[in-house]
């Protein structure tokens, strides 16, 4: 059962993450992109690949016998391989969005950032619950901490990453 604080953790990470992936969607689609149906599907997209890397991890993981949360002990080469299927995969997606949903061209790199900020925004969020599994009184400030950092770092990381 879940505790209470665990509860409010959660719900931080959602409104934290929320808050920020939305004012970064307002941005960069402000006076670039009208359609928001399209912005809404590859968002969407975004977010659903983030099951799929971690899918892909835990499966890495599984086989190599370690722990599917990132820690120090990590090899860097499963890292490496799991953020090249990451941008890859999202590639994919607007490849998709160009074929079916007939988005203009030249805004690509705007959707590219617009899928990475749905992976962002699904990502924060599981690894704040992934985080509140050895959750404590004691440990509190750090999770709390590394929810609020990661909803902001790790989002403009992806972008940053998803725009090259």
């Not at 879940?2 to 719900?11: A, C, E, N, R």
């Amino acid at each position: 059962m879940i505790s209470m604080q665990s509860f409010y953790l959660v719900s931080l990470a959602v409104v934290a993450s929320s808050v920020s992936i939305l004012i970064w969607v307002w941005f960069w689609t402000r006076k670039q992109i009208r359609d928001s149906q399209s912005v809404l599907t590859v968002f969407m997209g975004g977010a659903i690949m983030v099951l799929v890397i971690f899918s892909s991890g835990q499966f890495i993981f599984l086989v190599k016998g370690v722990s599917f949360y990132f820690n120090t002990s990590t090899p860097l080469l499963t890292i490496i391989l799991l953020a090249t299927l990451e941008e890859i995969l999202k590639l994919s997606i607007v490849l998709c969005a160009i074929r079916f949903l007939k988005i203009d061209t030249a805004k690509i790199i705007i959707y590219m950032i617009i899928i990475a900020l749905g992976f962002a925004f699904l990502e924060n969020i599981l690894y704040a619950i992934g985080g509140l599994r050895n959750f404590n009184v004691i440990n509190f400030g750090n999770v709390l901490h590394g929810i609020l950092v990661r909803s902001i770092i790790a989002t403009i990381l992806h972008f940053l990453a998803s725009s090259l």
